[in-house]
């Protein structure tokens, strides 16, 4: 949508929503100084750290870092994507958003959208008021599902005719065009016509993260015909513009405020887990829909929590599946946790049988699956080879970790475990693998840094940095684009919002530039004068050191071809690079 909307849309969106009094509805504010404060919703803390400005209109927590503006807090508290903010805020607020008659695609997956809804209340509405659906109301009460939960995840019943949806959707006017790129019907292979894909079965349909339905599942049911005798026992709803495997979560609408409020999610695999759980009162679970949790499905959950513990079989499978799934916890950036169930139990026959407080204990015993890795790994009894393989898997997998400090924590607690030196499971790790650490606002800045917050804050700053070339001395890419943005509009006359800065920048970034901001020991205009010098000057001289460090290796060759006299141009060069030089010679 940043693509489809125009900045001043958005901006507008930004200075008609009270970022005070959209983040007061899931924070207590209260006024302190310049800035209101409350208890980050982010991370735990008993000191409020959390603060908000509505002049600038942004955010910034002292205790974790976070910070932005107000479509940066909302993307995390809700866990939605950035265009259904927009439009939320939009809504709220009586900004008229752009038509999207030019955005095909956009409308187009809008009409499937409500084509799925319609499906779905079609097969609620079928399976509450029709005698053919007897057996699968009996089947769900035999299975301990209570209506409040089966209304709550809109389950419903597909009927056994064969064109019941078909004829459905003909007498609505829909056209089978699209109802067949859903899956819902397909075309008959001699005949002509089209036929119900889900026939005489219990229907489970799977939503968004906002609850619009992308895509259904089906489960046949003692008693009822479903088609073919060899039907299988559970059937989704194919790849669709909307529905794509792996990617989706079921219950995930359901449990995201649950999962937020609690800080943990809990991962079982199938649609009665997630449904025995929820009615036994354990709210924070999903499904993986029956496959292994996929990459795709882990950055999904990581929008709500970092604690994700997967439910496995207890036996040799079950291991061996926790074991796998390491690798895509770890790509995903998460710690993933296992709690391991009795053999021959899912979680849908524990939670009958043993109860809610049974299956939180057993999450109260799971383990880090690296750990657990580790534990089966190495064994009293295993072998140097076999710890050789062992080591070299681990440094394969801790390569894959991003943030430097835990990186640097699992090499020690592998390396100990393993009876090796840490350096060689650092080996072959890239200097690219690892990143630099997240910047907190409480950290010493840059330059660069200091002289972009102070941009942001005084224009008088971002005509001196450019009229003076500082800019062009500007290291970090990150810094250098966001200071040509500033004095772009600076230059033009128009008035620099830090909150519409924000919009485009990295979260860390935005998150340290908002610490900056809310700072209330901001500095008076003569200290300003002092650190926009300082800063000044430093630049001058790391840009003399780059330039010094990038001569030496052409000094070097060119003495080699024993080119004398543009060697002695090149000595030149740096020795006249040193700033205390250029100041001798000036005098």
């Known amino acids: 949508m940043r693509g489809l909307i125009p900045e001043d849309v958005l ?28 208890l980050c919703p982010f991370h735990a803390e008993k000191t409020p750290s959390f603060n908000v400005n509505e002049d600038r209109a942004i955010f910034h927590c002292f205790g974790c870092g976070v910070g932005g503006n107000v479509f940066t807090f909302l993307t995390r508290i809700e866990g939605l994507p950035f265009p259904e903010i927009v439009e939320r805020l939009a809504e709220r607020y009586g900004v008229a958003l752009p038509a999207r008659a030019d955005d095909p695609a956009s409308r187009e997956r809008d009409d499937l959208a409500a084509l799925n809804d319609k499906a779905a209340r079609f097969f609620q509405r079928h399976l509450w008021e029709t005698a053919e659906a007897e057996p699968v109301r ?150 993986s829909l029956g496959t292994a949790l996929t990459l795709d499905q882990l950055r999904l959950l990581k929008r709500f929590t970092q604690e994700i513990v997967v439910f496995f079989d207890g036996d040799a499978a079950g291991q061996q599946a926790a074991e796998k799934s390491l690798p895509t916890f770890i790509e995903a950036g998460l710690w993933g946790h296992g709690a391991f169930l009795p053999a021959g139990d899912d979680p849908d026959t524990f939670v009958r049988r043993e109860g809610a407080d049974a299956v939180r204990a057993l999450l109260e015993r799971a383990t880090s699956l690296f750990d657990f890795y580790l534990d089966r790994a190495v064994g009293a009894r295993s072998s140097v080879p076999e710890r050789a393989r062992v080591a070299a898997h681990v440094a394969e997998l801790v390569r894959k970790i991003d943030d430097p400090f835990a990186y640097d924590i699992t090499v020690r607690q592998a390396a100990e475990r393993l009876g090796v030196t840490e350096d060689l499971l650092r080996r072959g790790r890239t200097a690219g693998a690892a990143r630099a650490p997240a910047p907190v606002a409480t950290g010493a800045p840059g330059p660069e840094e200091l002289l972009v917050t102070l941009m942001l804050g005084d224009p008088e700053v971002a005509r001196r940095v450019e009229r003076e070339g500082g800019l062009a001395l500007f290291a970090g890419d990150a810094w250098h684009a966001l200071g040509e943005r500033i004095a772009e509009r600076v230059a033009r006359g128009e008035r620099v919002d830090p909150a519409t800065i924000l919009s485009d920048l990295d979260e860390r970034l935005a998150a340290r530039i908002t610490g900056r901001l809310l700072d209330d020991a901001a500095p008076d205009e003569e200290t300003t004068v002092r650190i926009v010098t300082d800063c000044l000057a ?50």
């Open 11 to 38: 901006a507008e969106i930004r200075d008609r929503a009270s970022i005070v009094e959209v983040i007061s509805g899931h924070v207590s504010l209260r006024k302190v100084g310049r800035n209101h404060v409350g």
């Open 138 to 287: 009996r089947y769900l009460h035999e299975r301990g599902i209570g209506r409040a939960v089966a209304d709550r995840f809109a389950l419903g019943y597909a009927p056994a005719g064969g064109e019941v949806l078909v004829r459905r959707l003909g007498q609505a006017g829909k056209p089978l065009t699209q109802a067949v790129r859903l899956g819902l019907v397909a075309a008959r292979r001699s005949g002509g016509g089209h036929y119900d894909r889900f026939r005489g079965r219990l229907m489970f349909p799977i939503t968004n993260t906002t609850g619009r339905v992308v895509g259904f599942g089906s489960r046949t049911v003692p008693g009822i015909a479903s088609g073919r005798g060899d039907a299988p026992k559970y059937v989704n709803s194919p790849e669709t513009p909307l529905y794509h495997k792996g990617a989706h979560l079921y219950g995930l609408a359901q449990a995201r405020t649950a999962i937020r409020d609690g800080g943990r999610a809990l991962v079982v695999e199938g649609y009665f887990d997630v449904l025995a759980l929820v009615e036994a009162g354990v709210e924070h679970v999903v499904a």
């Open 538 to 587: 430093k630049l001058r001289r790391d840009a003399s050191k780059r330039k010094r460090r990038a001569l030496i290796p052409e000094i070097r060759a060119l003495d080699a071809r024993d080119d004398r006299a543009r060697v002695a141009e090149r000595q030149r060069e740096h020795l006249e690079s040193h700033p205390e030089r250029r100041t001798d010679a000036d005098h």
